[in-house]
């Protein structure tokens, strides 16, 4: 394990089962991505002050594989804001074991764009919403 720790704040945790594995007996990718585009999803609509949709996905690295039972933390902040769209920055770390070792395990960038009640884009607000 490295010394690198979590970059933005934690938005989602959530147990890797073992209906969710691989041929290979690992969780299977597309989940980890699921769980990181729902977190990305709580992010970004938080700043837009409404409905967002993923876009795009950017820069997706998988660095290491994530087990059965490991407990699966993504953090993530707001990268860029621009008219219609913003950028969130995600990294997804697993607490592993008795000792709960900490591993990044992805990385990657998510784009959104904000979305009006007809689906259509919308401006992203100037002001960020107050914080609870």
Do not use: H
């Not at 089962?17 to 709580?42: E, K």
């Not at 990044?104 to 784009?111: A, I, L, M, P, S």
């Amino acid at each position: 394990m490295s010394d690198e720790k979590p970059e933005g704040e934690v938005i989602l945790r959530t147990l890797a089962m073992p209906r969710d594995v691989n041929t290979a007996g690992d969780i299977f990718g597309g989940w980890v991505l699921s769980q990181m585009d729902i977190a990305g999803g709580i992010i970004a609509a938080e700043r837009a002050q409404g409905r967002v949709a993923t876009v795009a996905i950017n820069a997706m690295k998988f660095i290491r594989p994530v087990k059965v039972g490991d407990v699966l933390c993504i953090y993530g902040e707001v990268e860029r804001v621009g008219t219609t769209s913003l950028s969130v920055r995600l990294g997804a770390w697993v607490l592993r074991g008795r000792k709960s070792a900490r591993a990044k395990v992805t990385e990657g960038v998510f784009t959104f764009v904000a979305l009006d009640e007809e689906g259509r884009p919308k401006p992203v607000p100037e002001n960020e919403p107050p914080q609870p």
